[in-house]
T-cell receptor
Framework: GQQLNQSPQSMFIQEGEDVSMNCTSSSIFNTWLWYKQDPGEGPVLLIALYKAGELTSNGRLTAQFGITRKDSFLNISASIPSDVGIYFCAGHNQAGTALIFGKGTTLSVSS | DAMVIQNPRYQVTQFGKPVTLSCSQT?????MYWYQQKSSQAPKLLFHYYDKDFNNEADTPDNFQSRRPNTSFCFLDIRSPGLGDAAMYLC???????????FGPGTRLTVT
């Protein structure tokens, strides 16, 4: 089935550093969603994107819907220890209704 | 606050003993989903309800069933749990089938 390529798989950074992760697809997507999941908890929606080129911020987080509609990125500025977790990109393509997930980016932040 | 609630948070069952997980929502969303998530993997969709219409994913085993008695509640029934069914089970809701999905905190299922 449809796959999303999410990179990097993991990141180890120092507190205060900026972080960038991205997702790419071989097909056009209509929505891009970014989630954060803490251990033992469900994913929490961070940002939702619906239009090509859309740039949306949520506090220190910024995400963009790529112009080609085949990619999206998430940036985290000035990372803090509570940013630790797994970040998933997800989206709906034109083929169906199922939400397609990337494999996740595991973020570790050292203070 | 409007939310998605899952009970219990932790469930232990014996091999082959039927188990039911529950989900409720106060968002009044039309769509409710059940996902299975294993360690270090992305959530995997099992099935979803759009209102009362049930939509099963092609690769969901028959061992997994679901019920949605009303808008607010949805249940996941595992008829004969195997060791491979140990996982986190996530419920999610959305207003429609193409929108944002909101997840509950999950139920961690252990099969002994």
């Amino acid at each position: 089935g449809q796959q999303l390529n999410q990179s990097p798989q993991s990141m180890f950074i120092q507190e205060g550093e900026d972080v960038s992760m991205n997702c790419t697809s071989s097909s056009i997507f209509n929505t891009w969603l970014w989630y954060k999941q803490d251990p033992g908890e469900g994913p929490v929606l961070l940002i939702a994107l619906y239009k090509a080129g859309e740039l949306t911020s949520n506090g220190r987080l910024t995400a963009q819907f790529g112009i080609t509609r085949k990619d999206s990125f998430l940036n985290i500025s000035a990372s803090i220890p509570s940013d630790v977790g797994i970040y998933f990109c997800a989206g709906h393509n034109q083929a169906g209704t199922a939400l397609i997930f990337g494999k996740g980016t595991t973020l570790s932040v050292s203070s | 606050d409007a939310m998605v609630i899952q009970n219990p948070r932790y469930q232990v069952t014996q091999f082959g003993k039927p188990v039911t997980l529950s989900c409720s929502q106060t968002l009044n969303h039309n769509v409710m989903y059940w996902y299975q998530q294993k360690s270090s993997q992305a959530p995997k969709l099992l099935f979803h309800y759009y209102d009362k219409d049930f939509n099963n994913e092609a690769d969901t085993p028959d061992n997994f069933q679901s019920r949605r008695p009303n808008t607010s509640f949805c249940f996941l029934d595992i008829r004969s749990p195997g060791l491979g069914d140990a996982a986190m089970y996530l419920c999610a809701t959305s207003r429609d089938e193409h929108g944002e999905q909101y997840f509950g905190p999950g139920t961690r299922l252990t099969v002994t």
